[in-house]
């Protein structure tokens, strides 16, 4: 699957974005519109934080629409813990666009990121309502992708075309990350269309699947922000239908352009200095397998101790073994970046400079072999800085 | 419960200590052995990481001993990851001073702290026995809390006098923390002596339940680390046997030192500035509370802020959110230090300067109330600091 990291979200046909500077944050864009010319089918997957914001309530009740017809993301203030208040102004901002674009409420998602717990200026959004829409353009996304950022230090886009058995439709996507890649990340949102036409309900189901895959493989199930949501839309605008047979290819490249976007999110982590994919192999089950790499994945030790290129792989195995999974413990093997560290559960012998060396380059492979069973799974994470203290430090 | 911190394991009747220095580190000493004169009935809560250290195996078989009458303990090197060579080395110095003190090799427990996977210098340990046995005293409690230290930056000891329906009793203990105080936590030791006679299986239900309302406060549940441990032993040297009717304040005594000892580790968890008490109330259910608690405790994005005076709320209702447990938004309020941050789920409308001083003071509580139930949880954490990521950077 090529793609293509210059597009995004008006890459599909029939999708127009624009972005414009509110007010909210100081002095960079902070609300993008996303506009579909067609009523589009939209799918979503929603944080599962108790604490969720305002505009994922709104927007978990519209994704349920027929026709979804636009998009509004503001960054800069998320819109979470502002109780009814902020409710009522997600409420409002739906309204007024879709006054604006003339349709209904409930065919307009939103969504936040920034601060939390500072009620959203909805008037200032509101009032650069009418420049967005004036501005929208089908060379928009880029863009959109830049006034949905926070802390992030640059924009993630890309996108791909998919032979179809009907003809060619294309697929583009934009994210956002910030906040350490952990399970108290901070807000994710992502965004992808296309101008094929697909049932609502493969969609949704589509989305779920490549999300478990790719956004999921870099956070913890149930261990979401307040406004994590994933949004896709199908606006047929290809005249391309995807037919039962085309939902493989489909999903191939939804799934890689899922895939992109949470890697571009990793790489992007706060204070981040090396891209660290964790491999669980020899697993009875892919769950086992996750959970251990999740837990080395998340644990300050190991983050740290890849920051400074310690090659501390007792840390890993003291991960590994508090991840909940039962294994023998004689039966592992440790790789860094393909130096043996860890053989049958002890040291390998290779010397510390050797494996020191292995974890110089900033993007890593950390494999953990068990001897259970033939199940795998892959979660992408990046180490622990001082930069990710500083940067927590300030923030609000 | 007025509880002495200059004193230790040696507090109680018929208890003896020494420590020396063997080469395992560099300068300081780095080995312990604690003595019973008389037959000790043991009791030991332990780690339930799969890769857990040689000596944690070994112990778990002997704490079933009818008597213990030795505990011998090095810092430096964990033995975890070593293998079946580790294994051997473990039982080899059980079997060793078992002979020095004329007992069963079964009757003599070990514990070791330090660097996991390299194997332990079993004949330095063994070549100090005598010397160690030679300086045994009764005010070894000192010497043998310092020589169990890593990054610690000092000795955590504590003991009191209890008043029992046959008289009074001593109890003491210490322990070592270092590491942060995370599920991914470095190694946390703790042994604990009372000269009462106790009976074995109860001695064992009064540890685990402190344990489960102190130690397993500062840490989470089965995330714990190769070679975490917590050991009691109780010789009966006063004389006085605990009845029935003394457990309840036996309990009490054993809670307060187990909390007592808790605090310090955190107090001194690695590179820490601030003690936190994470106190969540009007949950359904304790495990609720606690569950919430452990959370935000866990939280590096709360512990950042918290090092930086940064009074983010967001972040603290962002970590209850995804905790697992289902509640009303819109019924939370928080305090930082008594300072009401959070009303019903929003801003409480105070300054956030005013925030921001009730972080400076070193101890701060974060009390979260839910209006859920009556049921509440303290769960005690330390913030994340620039120094954290320095110590472990360099750690190996």
């Known amino acids: 699957m090529m793609l293509d990291k210059t597009h995004g979200v008006t890459w599909a046909s029939g999708y127009r ?15 993008a519109l996303l506009v579909s010319d067609t ?3 939209a799918a979503g997957v929603f944080t599962t934080n108790v604490c969720c914001a305002a505009p994922v309530l709104v927007s978990k009740r519209h994704i349920h629409s027929e026709a979804v017809y636009a998009i509004l993301v503001n960054s ?4 979470a813990a502002t109780g009814e208040e902020g409710f009522s102004a997600a409420v409002m901002c739906t309204e007024e666009v879709a006054y604006r674009l003339q349709c209904a409420p409930t065919e307009v998602l939103v969504a936040s990121t920034g601060i939390i717990g500072t009620q959203l200026p909805g008037e200032k959004i509101i009032a650069s309502l009418d420049m967005l829409i004036a501005g929208l353009s089908d060379t928009g996304g880029q863009e959109a992708a830049e006034a949905i950022l926070t802390t992030d230090t640059c924009t993630k886009q890309c996108a791909c075309d998919v032979m179809l058995s009907g003809g060619t439709i294309r ?33 949704q189901q589509l989305l779920e699947k490549a999300v478990r895959c790719s956004f999921n493989r870099i956070t913890v199930d149930g261990d979401t922000s307040t406004n994590d949501c994933v949004i896709m839309l199908a606006n ?25 976007l949470a890697k571009m999110i990793v790489r992007d982590g706060e204070g981040a200095t090396k891209f660290v994919s964790i491999n669980v192999e020899g697993c009875r089950t892919e769950e086992d397998a996750e959970a251990i790499a999740r837990t080395i994945a998340n644990s300050p030790l190991v983050k740290t101790a890849i920051y400074g290129e310690n090659p501390n792989w007792g840390r890993i195995l003291a991960a590994a073994g508090r991840a909940g999974v039962a294994y ?69």
Chains 1, 2 share one sequence.
Not at 17 to 31: L, P, Q, R, Y
Not at 76 to 79: L, R, V
Not at 244 to 259: F, G, K, P, R
Not at 354 to 380: C, F, M, N, T, Y
Request: aromatic fraction near 4%; proline fraction near 2%.
């Open 171 to 203: 697929i583009g996507g934009m994210a956002k990350g910030s906040g350490m890649i952990m399970p108290n990340m901070a807000t994710m949102l992502a965004f992808i269309t296309t101008d094929a036409a697909i049932e609502r309900h493969l969609q």
């Open 17 to 31: 974005a624009a972005a414009v500077h509110c007010g909210i944050k100081s002095d960079s864009t902070d609300v």
């Open 39 to 41: 009523p589009a089918a």
């Open 328 to 396: 023998d413990q004689a039966g592992v093997d440790v790789y860094l970046n393909d130096v043996k560290a860890v053989d049958s559960g002890c040291h390998a012998g290779t010397q510390t400079m050797v494996l020191a060396d292995a974890l110089k380059p900033s993007e890593l492979v950390i494999r953990v072999v068990l001897s259970e069973g033939d199940k795998q799974a892959e979660v992408w994470t990046c180490d622990m800085t001082h930069a990710y203290v500083d940067i927590n430090v300030a923030y609000t």
């Open 76 to 79: 800069g203030n998320a819109n």
């Open 236 to 260: 047929g605008a290809s005249g391309i239908q995807a037919t039962e047979q085309d939902l493989d290819i489909l999903y191939e490249a939804l799934e890689s352009i899922c895939i992109e």
